[in-house]
């Protein structure tokens, strides 16, 4: 068993409490509810930009189906006035050549009509298309806007934490600076061992480092030694100090 002193004992139950409490304050710092709402912003923000791509894709290729069906129907609108000029010339003498023209000019209108049609699908795809993008360009600004003020309420949160911490931080050099360098090694050991509490006070027979109780015989005997030294947990291994009357 260690040596302490109730005073050494104390300064050391002191020195655990601000550690606590600086660990606690990096978890906080570690999972700011603010952060979180920055990063699902952000998430958001990626699948909208991915969405914005897509649709000015899509836009792209109705307007180049415009631009070509556009150039179909005004070739074929010429090609119909001449084929029909023709028809009109006399230069077709049999019946047989008219009746082939006028099916020319029957087939030429066909092709037209289906270009039509599909050219105003395209446009009707195109108006959609651009409404679509217009609302996915407002999002993505509303969405951006909204990255800031987290942001700086992220900023704002961390920085009290950050304040906060190096108060404790501060305190915890003055109460280090207190302990014998062989009780801090000591409790820097155990405090690594532990998971971060390296000293636990002992409560009505229970250790508080592992909430678990302690047999009356070794109650005893962790009450004897306490008073010049540190006992150890049976059951976890912290060292235990009793708590101050
Ligand atoms: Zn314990």
Same mark, same amino acid.
């Given at each position: 068993m260690t040596t302490a002193t109730p005073e050494q004992q104390q300064r050391l139950l002191a020195l655990q409490q601000i550690d606590s409490q600086i660990r606690r304050l990096q978890q906080r710092r570690a999972n700011l509810p603010e952060q979180q709402a920055l990063d699902e912003n952000a998430e958001t923000l990626r699948a909208v930009a991915a969405e914005y791509a897509d649709a000015q894709d899509a836009l792209e290729d109705q307007r180049s189906i415009q631009r070509k069906r556009e150039q179909d129907i005004s070739h074929l609108e010429a090609r119909r006035k001449a084929e029909e000029a023709r028809l009109y010339? !006399?230069?077709?003498?049999?019946e047989k050549q008219v009746d082939a023209q006028r099916a020319e000019l029957s087939s030429l209108r066909q092709r037209k009509s289906a270009y039509e049609d599909e050219l105003l699908a395209a446009m009707e795809q195109i108006e959609e298309l651009e409404g679509r993008v217009e609302q996915l360009t407002s999002r993505h600004q509303e969405l951006r806007t909204k990255a800031g003020e987290l942001t700086e309420a992220r900023d704002a949160a961390a920085g009290d934490i950050d304040a906060e911490l190096a108060e404790r931080r501060t305190e915890r050099e003055r109460l280090a600076g207190d302990v014998e360098p062989p009780l801090l090694t000591l409790y820097e050991e155990v405090r690594t061992a532990q998971g971060g509490t390296a000293v636990a006070p002992l409560e009505e027979g229970t250790c508080? !480092?592992?909430?678990l109780e302690i047999s009356v015989i070794e109650l005893e005997q962790i009450k004897a030694e306490a008073k010049h030294g540190l006992p150890r947990c049976p059951h976890c291994d912290r060292l235990l100090v009793l708590a101050a009357r």
């Amino acid at each position: 068993m260690t040596t302490a002193t109730p005073e050494q004992q104390q300064r050391l139950l002191a020195l655990q409490q601000i550690d606590s409490q600086i660990r606690r304050l990096q978890q906080r710092r570690a999972n700011l509810p603010e952060q979180q709402a920055l990063d699902e912003n952000a998430e958001t923000l990626r699948a909208v930009a991915a969405e914005y791509a897509d649709a000015q894709d899509a836009l792209e290729d109705q307007r180049s189906i415009q631009r070509k069906r556009e150039q179909d129907i005004s070739h074929l609108e010429a090609r119909r006035k001449a084929e029909e000029a023709r028809l009109y010339s !006399g230069e077709l003498s049999t019946e047989k050549q008219v009746d082939a023209q006028r099916a020319e000019l029957s087939s030429l209108r066909q092709r037209k009509s289906a270009y039509e049609d599909e050219l105003l699908a395209a446009m009707e795809q195109i108006e959609e298309l651009e409404g679509r993008v217009e609302q996915l360009t407002s999002r993505h600004q509303e969405l951006r806007t909204k990255a800031g003020e987290l942001t700086e309420a992220r900023d704002a949160a961390a920085g009290d934490i950050d304040a906060e911490l190096a108060e404790r931080r501060t305190e915890r050099e003055r109460l280090a600076g207190d302990v014998e360098p062989p009780l801090l090694t000591l409790y820097e050991e155990v405090r690594t061992a532990q998971g971060g509490t390296a000293v636990a006070p002992l409560e009505e027979g229970t250790c508080q !480092g592992c909430f678990l109780e302690i047999s009356v015989i070794e109650l005893e005997q962790i009450k004897a030694e306490a008073k010049h030294g540190l006992p150890r947990c049976p059951h976890c291994d912290r060292l235990l100090v009793l708590a101050a009357r």
